[in-house]
């Protein structure tokens, strides 16, 4: 990365300063078994979203896949 290039951005993310804009305390503490269920009960809880067909395909061609171009997802 060029130190004079104006089009670099850095971006600095302070955990604590996260924590406190999203409401949870900053708890350093947490042990990964528990961090993992917080996150796998955070996921059933919001349940699965309807996929979004933004896009259009802009190549379809006999190696696309059936998912993509019938939209069964």
Do not use: C, H
């Amino acid at each position: 990365m060029a130190e004079n290039n104006p089009n670099n951005v850095l971006a600095y993310i302070n955990r604590a300063n996260l924590n406190n804009s999203l409401g949870k305390k900053d708890d350093a503490e947490t042990d990964l078994q528990t961090a993992i269920k917080e996150t796998a009960n955070y996921v059933r809880e919001k349940g699965p979203k309807a996929f979004d067909y933004s896009y259009p395909l802009e190549i379809i061609s006999d190696k696309t896949p059936a998912t993509w171009k019938d939209r069964l997802m």
